[in-house]
């Protein structure tokens, strides 16, 4: 099975500053790799998605995150916060289990970025 | 496009009363996953399903707890008796099997029981 380690779980931060969200997963083998959010009282969101390509991905909301393949990691950053980006963020991974061939994903315990005015 | 749809989004319930959570995955998905969300836990993945049958039911908390997929459009999680440490909010989720496949979720199920 994969684990996914997110090492922060509280990010507070100041509106228009910069803001990095760090994921780290362990898996010898090729995964796919998300970051979903959760607005309070909604589900979660895909923000964006790692499948292959480019190690840099850009998704919504102006987020962006890149895959180091050989740190295992796949931190999620943006340049400028709003108020509005306070939520809470996920990494998940898939791999190469019988359960991710299924669409069974990993996730992380998750980050709470409280953007301050 | 629709997306996940869950009912009801909030149940209030008395401990001992059976609770039925329903789920209306995406049209087309063939894989459907029910988690449960609380401050505690974090996310916990309770049971999931492929082609209406289930794959892995060992995050299933107890006994207590049963699912069911009797189609392609709709899926139950029943807790009987419920306890008040059930409280929690349920997700269910959908995707097209297959490594890379994104989940889409539903809004939740908002759990109290007294």
């Known amino acids: 099975a994969q684990s996914v380690t997110q090492l922060d779980s509280q990010v507070p931060v100041f509106e228009e500053a910069p803001v990095e969200l760090r994921c780290n997963y362990s898996?010898?083998?090729?995964?796919?790799l998300f970051w979903y959010v959760q607005y309070p009282n909604q589900g979660l969101q895909l923000l964006l998605k790692y499948l292959s390509g480019s190690t840099l991905v850009k998704g919504i909301n102006g987020f962006e995150a890149e895959f180091n393949k050989s740190q295992t990691s796949f931190h999620l950053r943006k340049p400028s916060v709003h108020i509005s980006d306070t939520a809470e963020y996920f990494c998940a991974v898939s791999g190469d289990d019988r359960g991710s061939t299924l669409g069974r994903l990993y996730f992380g315990r998750g980050t709470q970025l409280t953007v301050w005015p | 496009d629709a997306g996940v749809i869950q009912s009801p989004r909030h149940e209030v319930t008395e401990m001992g009363q059976e609770v039925t959570l329903r789920c209306k995955p995406i049209s087309g998905h063939n894989s459907l996953f029910w988690y449960r969300q609380t401050m505690m836990r974090g996310l916990e993945l309770l049971i999931y399903?492929?082609?209406?049958?289930?794959?892995?039911d060992s995050g299933m908390p107890e006994d207590r707890f049963s699912a069911k997929m009797p189609n392609a459009s709709f899926s139950t999680l029943k807790i009987q008796p419920s306890e008040p440490r059930d409280s929690a909010v349920y997700f269910c989720?959908?995707?097209?099997?297959?490594?890379?496949?994104?989940?889409?979720f539903g809004d939740g199920t908002r759990l109290s029981i007294l």
């Open positions: 898996s010898s083998v090729s995964v796919y």
């Open positions: 989720a959908s995707s097209n099997s297959g490594m890379g496949g994104p989940q889409h």
């Open positions: 399903f492929n082609n209406n049958v289930p794959i892995d």
